[in-house]
């Protein structure tokens, strides 16, 4: 008998101790401290969208599909690009659910997210204008911000510059994906291979030398500020230039200055590139210098892909097709530009850029750099078909929650629970004495188990959810209640305290199992229908039936044990 | 302390009141349902746009409304929050029923921001909650709240049916229907918005009924096969008595603990928590009053059947 008790404390030390270990704070990789419980969006605010593909104009033998896929990997890129800690996107059946959790603008999450991709096709201007119209741009950002707020920023630079100027072999070593756009109809192996190696373009080292300051050189020159000038580096390709990631906010709000927009050139505009080059410890975003006429849009780009090798070269290939107007268009615009790059923008960013290395029609293909992998060419097959989407998308269910309104619940949610919790005890103990301690208890390790199970399962808490622990403090003391009425009973009926222990646990048993059950299969019911919030509720119904089964069959009756085990006179029972 | 130990109710006896009351409640719950053209279904399951406001100035519900309508909004519903003490928390729910041009669910919001923007300031409020639902999903999600709701009354009834007799499982489900149908009555009564959290909080009230009522039916099951002289009203009496104190207790904790949800719990849970206490209650009663009736007619039921001479088998 002490045995079978020692060993039962044994196991229920042990599931708490490992409950409560799941329950402790930990820390990240990074430091960051991970909260146990992980919250739904309800309570940590944030929005959850629903977004479909409107197929209502499409053509009848439109793959949609393919179509939601595409979309997909469009959201996916444009939420990366917002800068969102662990967004959550993915498909349920035929439309896409993104959430996105502390979102500080929603109005600008939804337009992000909302917006039709729109593809183009630029030729990469050699920078020259651009360079000559920096001059101008670089006084407008001081009269427009004002000399005193920027020194500070371009001395700091300046020494940054100094730094990764100093020496050539800490120009950027990643060769870009490198992509060369030969004409269908010839597909040559390079010939002087496209410009790989990462040499700043001799036009733009002209046109720097020309003037008294240009890209990457030093910001300030005769004590006249140099704003822009100093934050620009060349980069890989003429037109090209690099901006140290960290830099990048200050350069993109100087840009959209109307005083700057005004002294830019009409017939360029500048586009930021997605990736980032790495470049002496620190990193880069390229900013890209394209004409303003778009050779072709996304409009024109009928299908692309899927991602193939070159048969002789064995290099990833990825071939696209325009549609007629598009081939016209492509035509005589490429033309004019044999030996030029061309960028692939998409939503105003630049995927990727190809040489163009002969007239482009209708089949043309995109081939990419020795050493590129094909995971790359599939990449921009997709991007290339995104571009081509021919669907709207829409979204058909929004919810926002503020963080100051999730702040609100879990304090209040978090003082009920407490104060529901006190009263259940007093009850407890006011009504059944000893044994309403030993309830309590039991209560106890019950509430650690049911978080720790909710940790440990990673369950997210939900507003509902908390709404349902509360729910289940009350109705896990019925077990108990149940079991200490038939103990009652068994004692009334004459029976020693242990046989009565015994019959009341005995008794109560069918009516616990076939009530939690029922329950039960409510919950799991729940769980398998209900969206969000309510599956949060599930999750907390059905880990607290089990969780106080458990309590209420094993602890308790440990407890019970332990309790009639130590009295010297087994006569009587606090009950 | 003891409460109700050796307690002695007739509570077979006075059925009929029982009856009575419970029609009645049904009768108004269900009337008030027609007077209000239907529950009051959240956006949720009609689409449309709910935005939960907090204004940092004193305003009227008279004065966001003329806003909004001056920016082109239509058919709103404007509903002021009140703390659980009563006082105004200059917050406030928009509610705007489904629109069907394509700019429609996003459209509306942005209305709304924008009229709260340029008549109250941009720093004097905050969009605490928007939930914008397009038709389409509404339908969808209330197919599935029904299937939710079919589904898990039918699995109830085959587990009742393979761990009791039929009857039973009979029985509590018209103890089920029978809360089901009070506390829609309660809801429109007390014009509590319809969502999924309702939705939930019903299915737990299904779950928690039902839970009463067979531990009561449990007892029944044992007495009967204790086989006392006594007659079958006796016996349902007799264990309902015996598991009286059980019932109370419970309900008790149970309801100790949705009042503290209620009254701390915030404008969001709130209704939640009320729909919960109501169906709670009512399930107690239900387990006492309609689900051990209902066993004592279908088993009186069943014996006239037996008795009469046309039954005579041969």
New interface residues.
């Given amino acids: 008998m002490f045995s079978t008790v020692r060993w039962r404390v044994i196991w229920i030390t042990l599931l708490v101790l490992l409950c409560g270990w799941a329950l402790v704070p930990k820390e990240d990789a990074d430091g960051n401290r991970i909260p146990p419980l992980q919250l739904g969006l309800d309570l940590q605010g944030g929005m959850h969208l ?1 977004v479909e593909v409107d197929d209502s104009q499409a053509p009848p033998d439109a793959d949609l599909e393919d179509a939601v896929e595409r979309t997909l990997t469009t959201i996916r890129n444009r939420i990366d690009q917002f800068g969102v800690r662990e967004p959550n996107i993915q498909r349920a059946g035929d439309r896409i659910i993104v959430e996105l959790a502390g979102v500080q603008d ?2 600008r999450a ?1 337009e992000i997210v ?1 917006r039709t991709a729109f593809m183009e096709f630029k030729v990469v201007t050699d920078g020259t204008s651009f360079l000559n119209a920096l001059e101008r741009i670089d006084r407008a950002i001081v009269n427009a911000v004002g000399a005193d707020q920027l020194r500070p920023t371009a001395l700091e630079t300046q020494v940054d510059l100094g730094e990764v100027l100093g020496g050539r072999d800490t120009a950027p070593q990643a060769v870009p994906a490198d992509t060369t756009l030969p004409d269908s109809a010839a597909v040559d192996p390079p010939p002087g291979a496209p410009a790989a190696a990462p040499d700043p373009p001799a036009a733009q080292d002209s046109a720097a030398a020309g003037r008294d300051s240009a890209a990457g050189a030093p910001g300030q020159q005769d004590g006249e500020l140099r704003p822009l000038s100093a934050l620009l580096r060349p980069g890989r390709i003429e037109g090209e230039f690099l901006v140290a990631t960290q830099d990048r906010p200050t350069v993109e709000s100087w840009l959209a200055l109307p005083e700057v927009t005004a002294v830019i050139p009409n017939d360029i505009t500048l586009h930021w590139g997605v990736e980032d080059v790495p470049a002496g410890g620190s990193t880069f975003v390229p900013l890209y210098v394209l004409d303003a006429e778009p050779l072709i849009t996304g409009e024109e780009l009928q299908d692309a892909g899927p991602a193939n090798r070159d048969p002789t070269f064995n290099q990833p290939i990825v071939p696209f097709e325009t549609t007629r107007r598009g081939a016209r268009l492509f035509e005589r615009g490429t033309a004019r530009h044999v030996g030029d790059n061309m960028a692939i923008v998409l939503d105003n960013r630049v995927q990727s850029y190809a040489v163009i290395r002969g007239i482009l029609s209708r089949n043309a293909q995109i081939e990419l750099a020795p050493g590129a992998s094909f995971q790359e060419a599939q990449d921009l097959a997709l991007v290339l078909r995104a571009g081509a989407l021919p669907m709207p998308i ?9 963080a ?2 999730g702040e ?2 879990i304090r ?2 978090r ?3 407490l ?3 006190v ?2 005890v007093l ?2 103990i ?4 000893f044994a309403g301690v030993l309830a309590v208890g039991a209560l106890v390790v019950y509430v650690i188990l049911l978080l720790g199970g909710l940790a440990g399962l990673q369950a997210t808490l939900t ?2 959810g ?3 622990l ?2 289940s ?3 896990a ?2 077990a108990n ?2 079991i200490f ?1 038939r103990i ?2 068994e004692l ?1 009926a004459g029976k020693t305290p242990r046989t009565a222990v015994d019959a009341g646990f005995a ?1 109560a048993l ?2 616990i199992v ?6 039960l ?3 799991i ?2 769980f ?4 969000g ?2 599956r949060g ?2 999750v907390t ?1 059905c880990i607290g039936i089990l969780a106080s089964f458990f309590a209420a069959l094993y602890v308790t009756r440990t407890f019970f044990m332990i309790y009639l085990n130590r009295r010297a006179s087994s006569e009587s029972v606090s009950i | 302390m003891r409460l109700f130990s050796n307690a002695n109710f007739s509570f077979l006896a006075v059925r009929r009141r029982a009856y009575a009351i419970s029609a009645a409640l049904i009768v108004v719950g269900l009337g008030s349902i027609v007077l209000h053209g239907g529950v009051n279904a959240g956006v949720e399951f009609t689409g449309g746009t709910l935005v939960h406001v907090r204004v940092t100035e004193e305003t009227s519900v008279a004065a966001l409304r003329d806003l909004v309508n001056a920016a082109g909004v239509s058919g709103e519903q404007i509903q002021p929050l009140r703390s659980s003490e009563g006082e105004s928390t200059q917050e406030y729910l928009f509610r705007v029923p489904p629109v069907d041009d394509e700019a429609g669910l996003e459209g509306v919001e942005r209305l709304i921001r924008s009229a709260l923007e340029q008549g109250l300031g941009a720093n004097s409020f905050e969009l605490l909650r928007v939930e914008a639902i397009g038709p389409r999903v509404g339908d969808e999600l209330r197919t599935k709240a029904v299937f939710a709701l079919l589904l898990s009354f039918l699995l109830t009834l085959i587990y009742l049916a393979f761990r009791f007799e039929w009857r039973f499982g009979f029985a509590a489900v018209i103890a089920t229907i029978h809360d089901i149908a009070l506390t829609f009555g309660f809801i429109s009564l007390l014009n509590v918005e319809i969502s999924l959290a309702t939705v939930a909080a019903i299915l737990t009230i299904v779950g928690y009924s039902l839970n009463d009522t067979i531990v009561v039916f449990d007892r029944v099951r044992e007495n009967l096969k204790k086989k006392r002289k006594e007659t079958y009203e006796e016996t349902l009496d007799r264990s309902i008595n015996e598991t009286l104190p059980r019932t109370i207790l419970t309900s008790a904790t149970t309801l100790i603990a949705l009042v503290a949800l209620f009254v701390l719990g915030g404008p969001v849970i709130r209704p939640f928590a009320l729909v919960l206490i109501l169906g709670i209650s009512v399930g107690t009663y239900s387990s006492i009053f309609v689900a051990s009736p209902a066993l004592l007619e279908i088993h009186r039921w069943q014996r006239r059947r037996h008795a009469g001479p046309a039954h005579a088998t041969g």
Wanted: hydrophobic share 45%; glycine share 10%.
């Fill in positions: 629903a929603p109005e939804k909302n829409r979204i058909v269910e929004e919810r926002t929650v503020g100051s309104l609100d619940s209040q949610g003082m009920a629970f104060i529901g919790i009263a259940v009850l407890m006011g009504y059944y004495r507003l509902p908390i709404a349902g509360i729910l403090v009350g109705m003391v019925d209640v149940l009425e009652r009973e009334d008794n069918s009516a076939d009530a939690n059950l029922t329950t299969i409510t919950g019911i729940l398998q229908f209900g969206t919030p309510v509720f599930a119904l």
